[in-house]
């Protein structure tokens, strides 16, 4: 569900016609709907309820500021992954007794960061990396609460770059080193064991993996309490896949609180839960412009003005986004199959491959959808191009909320040795 709907033959964002920022702002740029960011958290807040339950945005799906802000408003707090990321939810204002800090390679500096800000958790991957974290607690005078990041050994994710819950898999402790981990840190200074965590993978469509690593979870929780560790929460990661076209049938938010229901009944622990893509991926889109129309033997290339270093996904995963005219186009209308392609010098530059799309010319602007998330997070300047603005719309009311950089901004950081000049 979002709000990107045609209105009298224009593609519209809640009430502002997408056509109109396309002119004000220029293509190509990022739009999020504000309705549908708020709808999502409070769709997954409402399948929670009567839980003890904390809905930790990832910030890596998406960290604009007024993203996050906008998130914060409807009780989220955020998953972080490091120190930029940290900073980013507590200027969004959110308490750090809402933030999370995962990933497997903290620094140093990013632990003490996050302990003097008074983080709610700390989830470790690795032996080494408890020892630092409680060094640098000692150091601090203060204790870090810490759920070990467990390795189920379970495997899930829309594709292989994405699933991380296998045992090959550089993420988490392995299974069998848990236990041994969490006897160990009854005798560091500088953390304490407060919770059990694991992620699984991304764009996870079925519940049966999640279930069976869930579950595998909640028997280390209570043979850990069963060993004397008073435990107070499970984080059970994000990981819930949307829909990116017809057909994509992912379970639902219900579905999915249901089962963690039913995992964790009667444990009496707070549930932590990491959601990114299923709050941001379908409130985004990116709009671009039509360059050229270029016949090729075998098909036609419409090279459109957005490139894979503004939205990386295709190139990466081989994901799939729809797309759609800006004008709409009635269904009677004859479709003409494309590549559409951006202005990189690289073959994997290809937002899709064969599309069925309405003739489209030069000027004409499309939108790319389900872009809210992994979107222009992972955007770069590559070919020395721009980041793309974004642009956050309310109601009929639209603000850009990162705008694009000048050429000079480009190369600010950029400095010419003296030998050179
Ligand atoms: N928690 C942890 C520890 C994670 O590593 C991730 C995502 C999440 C939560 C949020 O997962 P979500 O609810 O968004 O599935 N760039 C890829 C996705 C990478 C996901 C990385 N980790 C993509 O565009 O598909």
Known sequence: MH?????????????????????????????????????HANVIADAFVGMDCLIAFSVKANGNLAVL????????????????????????????????????????DEMALALNVGIHQFNVESAAELAALSAVGAELDRVAPVALRVNPDVAAGGHPNISTGKSGDKFGVPWSDAAGLYEAMRSMPGVEAVGVDVHIGSQIDALGPMKLAFEKVVGMVRDLEAQGHKLSRIDLGGGLGIPYKDGDAPASPKAYADMIRSV??????????????VIAGNAGILVSEVLYEKPA????????????????????YQAHHDIMPLQQVSEDMPRLTYDVVGPICESTDKFSTKAELPQLGSGQKIAIMSAGAYGAVLANQYNARPLVPEVLIKDDEFDVIRRRPSFEEMVMLEEMPDWLD
């Open 297 to 316: 033997p075998d098909r036609t290339f419409l090279i459109v003005d957005a490139g894979m270093n503004d939205l990386m996904r295709p190139a990466l």
């Open 3 to 39: 709000h990107f709907n045609y209105r009298d033959g224009q593609l519209y964002c809640e009430g502002v016609d997408l056509q109109a920022v396309a002119e004000a702002v220029g293509t190509p740029f990022y739009a999020y709907s504000s309705a549908t960011l708020c709808r």
């Open 69 to 108: 802000k906008t998130l914060a408003s409807q009780g989220c707090g955020a998953d972080v992954v490091s120190g930029g990321e940290l900073e980013r939810a507590l200027r969004a204002g959110i308490p750090a007794d809402r933030i999370v800090f995962s990933g497997v390679g903290k620094t140093r």
């Open 264 to 277: 964790t009944d009667g444990l009496g622990l707070q549930v932590i839960l990491e959601p990114g893509r």
